[in-house]
């Protein structure tokens, strides 16, 4: 099982994703990272785990379908199996959905359907809400809408700020991810068994 994380800032789920590999806890080789943006902290946190990097931006082509069309060729070169969005800030147009359609998982910092979107964290917080979580799911062509795979809830509390619960949600996620990776990619090895 061959895994691409596509990527746009931080990476601290590209990061948890990655140690969960290197233990074994994720039955899966991390092949590459790809990177929307030249300059995201991500790639320098794939670089120090030696994991290959290929960063290009749309705007380096004539369409969005072209820019698509060059991940698949380099995604198909690798024989990906599955795409894992951590943080990805972009939607996925039809050239990639087409190929890897139920072969492409995101997670979103709300429990969707609720707060979807670029501000998932913050557009819970201020519409005071009582619990926010964490989502994730299947890949369609909507935003933040293909089918559940996973969701846990975050309370909010009276005295939490923007930034703490920003902590809570992704102290979650880096939890979350790689557990329900873990046993998706389990549960697809034993099928391809049987
Ligand atoms: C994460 O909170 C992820 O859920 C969110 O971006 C953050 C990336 O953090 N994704 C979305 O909002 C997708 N709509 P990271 O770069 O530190 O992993």
Redesign the pocket.
Known sequence: MKLAIF?S??????QAIAEAVAIGAIEAQLTLLFCDKKDAY?IKRARSMSIPVISFSPNDFESKAMYEAEILHLLEEEQIDLIVL??Y?RIIGPTLLEVFSKRMI????SLLPDFP??H??KDAFYANVPETG?TIHYVDDGV?TGPIIAQEKVVIDMLDTLDSLEKK??NV?HKLFPTVLAKLIKNQQGEGRS
């Open positions: 990527a800032g931080n990476g601290s789920n590209f991500v951590a943080g800030m995101n997670i979103h910092p979107g670029l998932g964290i964490v933040d949600i992704h996620e």
